[in-house]
């Protein structure tokens, strides 16, 4: 079964607009997991953007579904993973004046390796946000990481500009990433860009885990309400 992760940042964006409390954070998170997320994912980012430190003790405190937090190569980030234990941890890059996430991990760079080792004593879930090469597949490993999480972002671009060829080659690195990644024991996971269309397109690949999908998801809901879009996305999704 492929898991739905429902990232919940963009519900604190709106909650941040007014430095207010509503919509509330907590109740957010109880809400999708209503719907049928399997994971709440969430980022928290260096700036504090959407997602803060409370915001993150909170919901593991209060929070019965498994939490997926997200968060840069550093040790403040670190520090706050070992305090709280989520189920899963995803390592993301992270530029201070990015809007988005813009690409994968350079993975020769950050000082990965340690970093992982601490999260997996703490019996955490490491996951590493990475653009599809086999090179990359094959470092995740080497630097001890469970998962893989497959940066989409191209791909995403490409399916709705309906640009063919482009599009079926950067389908066909994700889907070679995503067996390789299998075959040496990595959990493949996928996300950034998402939508209804190209998630289902995805979906063809066989060795997919996890789908973790935010802004689409949030950004739908205005018009037709979160239990719509998450069940729909449930639906394509499944196997």
Do not use: W
Request: aromatic share 6%; hydrophobic share 40%; net charge positive.
């Amino acid at each position: 079964m492929i898991k739905l992760g429902v990232n919940i940042d963009h519900i604190a964006t709106i909650r941040n607009a007014r430095g207010e409390d509503h919509p509330d954070i907590i109740k957010a998170a109880k809400f999708v997991s209503n719907c049928g997320a399997d994971i709440i994912t969430i980022h928290r980012r260096e700036d504090e953007r959407h997602i803060n430190r409370k915001d993150v003790i909170k919901l593991k405190k209060k929070i019965s579904k498994p939490i997926n937090l997200e968060m840069a190569a550093n040790q403040d980030m670190l520090r706050l993973a070992l305090k709280i234990k989520p189920k899963y941890v995803c390592i993301v890059p992270e530029k201070r004046m990015e809007v988005t996430t813009e690409g994968g991990l350079n993975l020769k760079k950050n000082n990965l390796r340690q970093i992982i080792k601490k999260l997996k004593s703490s019996k955490i879930e490491v996951s590493l946000f990475v653009d599809p090469s086999i090179s990359n597949i094959k470092l995740a490993k080497k630097l001890g990481a469970d998962s893989v999480e497959i940066h989409t972002g191209k791909f995403a671009k490409l399916f709705k500009l309906k640009k063919k060829s482009q599009l079926n080659k950067e389908f066909i690195k994700i889907a070679r990433c995503s067996n390789l990644g299998k075959k040496i024991n990595l959990n493949i996971k996928m996300g950034h860009g998402l939508d209804y269309d190209s998630t289902k397109y995805l979906c063809k690949i066989k060795e997919v885990c996890e789908f973790n999908i935010g802004h689409f998801i949030i950004g739908e809901s205005i018009f037709f309400g979160l239990k719509h879009v998450i069940k729909k996305f449930k639906k394509i999704i499944k196997r």
